[in-house]
């Protein structure tokens, strides 16, 4: 297996064939966050679920979770994570291009995926999926986008990304359709992976939801964490990943602001740690247009904002 991912043109392969690492990190905060305004035993799907981090952590909510990933080495990992964590997942190995939506869902995850996917195929299949989404749920995004300054990988080029996102496609076509536009975000972002050193990514985050009509579903709203300043960037460029969470504070003082979620249930660890931690607790640090990520006190990544960084919160009725 391990000398099957080597060859593998799918880079990412290489750390899901390991079963002791995460490959991609644990839940992404926006998961974190949407959790409490789900109705019961919702259905979610995710597309390139990879190991399962996001899957995961929604499935001990005890909700209907469908994961489908074009890594058999992922769907592999991800089904034996499911046992070690006694969760249920519906789970099988499938192109995007390939995937049949579910009749009705309440959450829709896809999460550096679909631009992997040409135009053709990524915007009638989130055509068909606005269609099917119940009244309250939500659809969560994240793709690379392509710059002079921060292009697309050879790693991704060679896995075959198509580039066929422009910055702000995704909110046009959900703000025509009349959902609520919680983020809509561009940022860089540096990290590493198991096999393959620190890079860069150029990304959309776009967090969207259905109107919840007459139903009794939980109001959510979004807020900024502004942030004045500036962070050298000579400094920024220095610090290194591995680097613990009070050596930072040690060297840059504690944060104007910063974005925290947290469990103590056992998930899926940071990147480049543990496949399975006794607790996952991430710490986006913010000094001016720069952030700092944290994972159990470790940094695992580094940002530039070029939108300010959001959180999303309960709204109180």
Not at 52 to 75: C, M, P, W
Not at 142 to 156: G, Q, Y
Not at 158 to 170: D, I, N, Q, V, Y
Not at 175 to 188: K, L, N, P, V
Request: net charge negative.
């Amino acid at each position: 297996m391990q000398e099957e991912a080597k060859h593998s043109p799918l880079w990412w392969d290489s750390g899901y064939v390991d079963p002791n690492v995460s490959c991609m990190g644990g839940p992404s905060p926006e998961i974190f966050e949407i959790a409490p305004a789900l109705r019961a035993k919702s259905v979610v799907v995710e597309l390139g679920c990879g190991e399962g981090r996001n899957a995961l952590y929604l499935a001990h909510f005890d909700h209907q979770v469908i994961a489908t990933d074009a890594s058999e080495a992922a769907i592999s990992k991800l089904n034996r994570l499911a046992g070690d964590l006694g969760v249920n997942i519906t789970s099988g190995v499938a192109r995007v291009e390939d995937f049949q939506p579910p009749a009705y869902l309440d959450v829709f995850i896809a999460h550096s995926v679909l631009h992997f996917t040409e135009r053709t195929v990524w915007k009638p299949l989130v055509t068909t999926l606005i269609d099917r989404t119940r009244p309250g749920g939500f659809h969560c995004f994240t793709n690379t986008l392509d710059r002079p300054d921060h292009p697309i990988s050879k790693e991704a080029l060679a896995s075959g990304h198509k580039k066929s996102f422009s910055r702000g496609e995704l909110e046009a076509i959900y703000t025509e359709a009349g959902w609520e536009i919680f983020r809509s975000d561009h940022y860089i972002k540096w990290d590493a992976h198991p096999g393959i050193p620190i890079h860069s990514h150029s990304i959309e985050k776009v967090v969207v939801r259905k109107p919840i009509g007459s139903e009794d579903l939980p109001g959510m709203k979004a807020e900024l964490i502004e942030v004045a300043g500036m962070f050298p960037v000579e400094q920024f460029d220095t610090l290194k990943l591995g680097t613990p969470r009070d050596a930072i504070v040690e060297m840059l003082g504690s944060p104007p602001a910063s974005h925290r979620v947290k469990t103590v249930r056992k998930t899926v660890g940071g990147n480049n740690h543990v496949a399975i931690a006794d607790g996952y607790a991430r710490e986006d640090m913010i000094y001016g247009d720069h952030g700092l990520q944290f994972v159990n006190g470790t940094l695992t990544g580094k940002y530039r904002y070029f939108t300010p960084p959001k959180r999303l919160l309960i709204r109180n009725k």
